[in-house]
């Protein structure tokens, strides 16, 4: 078992892909257990494919859900979904720790191990000074936690920088292996010949600083089901506007007028978005899920609901 973890859009489900794509090569069938912040799982649906063992841990963080939900999945992943290991993949506002003691409980160990715990850090965020204490707290517990740091976004950074994202990691795990990505891809095959005696030794070991308050104690969360098509380029503005101390991370499903019929995936990380085309089969249902700290979700509701209503009281369609 691997258990996966980085911060809010270091671009953990990005990874999670890429190993569904390497997976056959390995002659062995991957299974998953996802843990989403929002009400709606956006990545479930973008991992979701025919014949994919998944398990969802819905409702906020994994590591403060009740004792059992977690190993629960777990288990019901391992003897129902007839996969051969299991990668857990929690929300960007988890702290390891509680998790891998679920993880490594006992009544578990007859079924699954844990592994090696590789956590993504959003590199381009990572390098530049900021303000955000909390979130880079947290940032510091999972690198620490890890076997293998993936440093995502290098291909957006100068040498320098990433030399220096580098440096920091090594200072805050010294033992952990650093990948660059998008240029490196840590292969499954050498991440599950780890000797899970060894995780559990490294884990006992460890050398972290006093996790505090959870830090999803101050951040919301608001899930809105689209009822109607969005004109695009009023769509775009609305993500241009997102302040990212409020909104640190925006993502979902959209139609548009021009293109009713086609179903477009956004996201939105720390004021940067991006929308492409969603072509996988069935099609999502439209929905937006915005995660921030101090987010006035009444007032960010009101905004998509004009976006959609556009002032008329009732939904765009296309051609309107």
Do not use: Y
Request: net charge negative; hydrophobic share 45%; charged share 20%.
């Amino acid at each position: 078992m691997i258990l996966l973890t980085g911060f809010l859009g270091a671009g953990k489900t990005t990874l999670l892909l890429r190993w569904l794509s390497e997976s056959p090569a390995t002659g062995r069938r991957l299974g998953v257990v996802m843990n989403e912040f929002g009400a709606d799982s956006v990545d479930s649906q973008l991992i979701n494919r025919p014949g994919l063992a998944l398990q969802q841990v819905a409702g906020g963080c994994v590591c403060c859900a009740p004792e059992d939900e977690l190993p629960h999945a777990v288990r019901r992943l391992v003897n129902e979904g007839g996969c051969d290991f299991v990668v857990v993949e929690t929300s960007g506002l988890t702290d390891p720790d509680n998790v891998i003691d679920m993880l490594t409980d006992p009544e578990l160990l007859p079924l699954v191990r844990l592994q090696a715990v590789v956590t993504v850090v959003d590199g381009l965020w990572f390098a530049r000074p900021g303000p955000e204490l909390g979130e880079r707290i947290l940032a510091r517990r999972q690198i620490q936690f890890a076997h293998l740091v993936c440093v995502s976004k290098c291909d957006r950074l100068g040498e320098a920088e990433v030399a220096a994202v580098r440096a920091e990691i090594a200072l805050l795990n010294p033992a952990a292996e650093i990948v660059k990505l998008p240029f490196g891809l840590p292969e499954l095959g050498p991440i599950l010949a780890r000797p899970a005696a060894q995780v559990e030794l490294d884990l006992d070991g460890a050398d972290s600083p006093p996790a505090g308050p959870h830090l999803h104690t101050v951040f919301q969360s608001l899930t809105w089901r689209f009822p109607g098509v969005v004109d695009r380029s009023r769509f775009e503005e609305f993500l241009g506007t997102l302040n990212p101390r409020e909104v640190v991370r925006a993502k979902g499903f959209v139609r548009f007028t021009h293109a009713p019929d086609r179903v477009f995936l956004f996201q939105t990380v720390f004021g940067t978005h991006f929308i492409e085309e969603f072509t996988a089969q069935p099609s999502p249902a439209p929905v937006a899920v915005l995660i921030g700290p101090g987010l006035d979700v009444e007032r960010h509701r009101e905004r998509l609901r004009q976006l959609v209503f556009g002032g008329r009281g009732l939904p765009l369609r296309a051609g309107r």
